[in-house]
């Protein structure tokens, strides 16, 4: 496995980080026992960097992982909050909820737009301040937009951005997957910490697998990458992949395998975009919101490449 400085921060990471929001209600709903046990088969193959959210609801998955290992793993997480006093509690829950004095990376959540930015100044305010205390150890954005990697670049108040990337652009709010790896680079050139995520694109990259690696393993300008996980076979196939090695085709028919179901978030707005696409009649509208008929599905992922709100998602 290989490690990197991420960026100016001083906090040395895997090049593969563990995407934790697979293990928790949101997706598989594992236990904390069993989410733990899969985090710990990925630190023993070298995984130090762990990437989790207060949304999520799974910190309990990641403070037994911690105990279990025995390792000092790097921890990031992020919160919706933008007022001073909201920021504060996440932090504050964060640091008791995975009984631990510091966390490593604390960020806004998935901000839009420069606008949002400003809206959550304040919650920023707080990071920079908590960063001072050594509470954190370094303040961050998560984003799905162009606009927020490149203003963020500039802000020498943020040290890591956390933006999607993927070979295909899914997910990419605001220009293709080329405008991205531009910002990307500007913010890697400025002295940011860059770990990208949804580089599988959501599950719907899944069918192109060795493909979306070769890309963003190509990427220069990522210093980690976020994958979720949720099987033994899964962490030992990223892994390798990123160690450079080959797959054996067991290994992948095993993940093949694999039961995967389509999954549409809450905040779906019903715009139609995916019916539209869906070249099985899979997907229709009911109440202003999309539904998916599983037993037309085929899990392409072709609905997935066209949502605006990145809300399909094949787990």
Not at 129 to 141: C, L, N, S
Not at 145 to 166: C, F, K, Q, R, S
Request: aromatic share 8%; proline share 2%; glycine share 10%.
């Amino acid at each position: 496995m290989q490690y990197t400085n991420l960026g100016k921060t001083g906090i040395t990471v895997s090049r593969l980080c563990f995407g934790t929001l697979t293990l928790g209600p949101l997706q598989a709903n594992f236990s904390a026992e069993k989410g733990a046990d899969l985090i710990c088969k990925a630190v023993e193959l070298g995984v130090n960097f762990l990437d989790t959210a207060e949304f999520y609801r799974n910190y309990a998955h990641l403070r037994l992982a911690i105990k279990k290992s025995g390792r000092d793993l790097v921890v990031a997480t992020r919160s919706y909050a933008y007022t001073y006093q909201g920021m504060r509690e996440s932090v504050e829950k964060a640091r008791k909820a995975l009984d631990r004095d510091v966390i490593d990376i604390f960020m806004l959540h998935e901000q839009e737009s420069w606008l949002t930015l400003r809206g959550h100044r304040e919650a920023l305010n707080y990071l920079i301040d908590a960063r001072e205390k050594g509470i954190i150890r370094a303040t961050g954005v998560s984003t799905h937009t162009v606009e927020v990697v490149l203003a963020a670049a500039e802000m020498d108040e943020i040290d890591v951005i956390h933006p999607i990337v993927n070979y295909r652009g899914i997910g990419i709010k605001d220009g293709t997957v080329y405008d991205m790896i531009e910002a990307i680079k500007k913010a890697y050139e400025n002295g940011k910490g860059i770990y990208g995520m949804k580089c599988l694109g959501g599950g719907n990259l899944i069918g192109a697998k060795k493909e979306a690696l070769k890309f963003i393993l190509g990427l220069p300008y990522l210093h980690s990458v976020a994958i979720g996980m949720k099987s033994e076979y899964e962490i030992a196939a990223n892994v390798m992949a990123f160690e450079g090695k080959e797959i054996p085709e067991d290994l992948e028919k095993r993940i093949s395998a694999a039961r995967r179901r389509l999954l549409i978030e809450d905040w779906c707005e019903g715009c139609g975009r995916c019916v539209e696409k869906c070249g099985f009649d899979a997907l229709y509208l009911e109440k202003g919101r999309v539904l998916v008929n599983s037993e037309r599905c085929t899990l392409c992922g072709y609905c997935g490449g066209v949502c605006p709100e990145f809300c399909i998602k094949i787990v």
